[in-house]
């Protein structure tokens, strides 16, 4: 495939950051068409307007992630579109929930230059990189939160980061331009999908995805609405 066909976005709240990804994209791809994005809506924007893009770089602290919602939504609304997640983060955990959550690979941001090069080429190539000291099959007991939250249809994934935010079901319906009805029934499915009983234990579970906790369970939270 010729250079020139390829699009890519480098989303990562740090201008500087940003930067430095930008020339080494441009060194590797001369001819390829880079987009940059400061947040998760930024982000969506651009895939809304065009979802033709071979390659997403992704931060995972910049605004609108929340942890890891923020890709599970990305893979879950745009599952052709690859990310590599870019992050400060070097904890082994938290690069195999990375992949786990449909990530294509994950590049500490501590690397060289040369590293991310030859990472993002793998990724390119069809094959996935991680550092490769990590033991990506390690059980940490997140198997079943995992599946579960892997089920979640993209309208799901964004009602439940709403929840986890605070959000009532009527500011829910505001925000996704649906009715309330329509949110109470995506909030009845996360809870059948996510094997808990109230919208508490499934905020709970949201917060898990940004705390890097992973068995259900735990104290409820407070001023949570019932659905």
Request: no cysteine; net charge negative; hydrophobic share 40%.
């Amino acid at each position: 495939m010729s250079a020139t066909t390829y699009r890519f976005i480098i989303a990562d709240d740090h201008p500087l950051f940003r930067g430095a990804l930008r020339q080494t994209l441009e060194t590797q791809y001369p001819n390829a068409a880079i987009e940059e994005a400061g947040a998760l809506e930024d982000v969506t924007t651009r895939l809304e307007q065009d979802g033709d893009v071979d390659l997403i770089l992704l931060d995972l602290t910049m605004p609108g992630m929340r942890g890891f919602s923020g890709l599970m939504y990305l893979r879950a609304q745009y599952s052709g579109v690859p990310v590599v997640v870019v992050s400060a983060n070097e904890d082994p955990q938290a690069i195999r929930r990375a992949v786990e959550f449909g990530a294509s690979g994950f590049i500490p941001k501590s690397h060289g230059i040369d590293v991310i090069r030859q990472a993002i080429s793998e990724v390119m190539s069809g094959n996935m990189w991680t550092p490769p000291d990590v033991d990506l099959k390690a059980d940490d007991g997140s198997g079943d939160l995992v599946q579960r939250l892997a089920t979640l249809t993209p309208q799901q994934v964004r009602v439940l980061m709403m929840l986890s935010e605070g959000l009532l079901n009527k500011q829910i319906a505001y925000e996704l331009s649906v009715s309330e009805a329509t949110v109470k029934a995506h909030v009845s499915a996360i809870l059948q999908k996510l094997g808990v009983e109230s919208r508490t234990q499934a905020v709970i579970a949201a917060s898990k995805i940004e705390a890097g906790q992973w068995q259900l369970g735990g104290d409820a939270t407070e001023n949570a609405e019932l659905h």
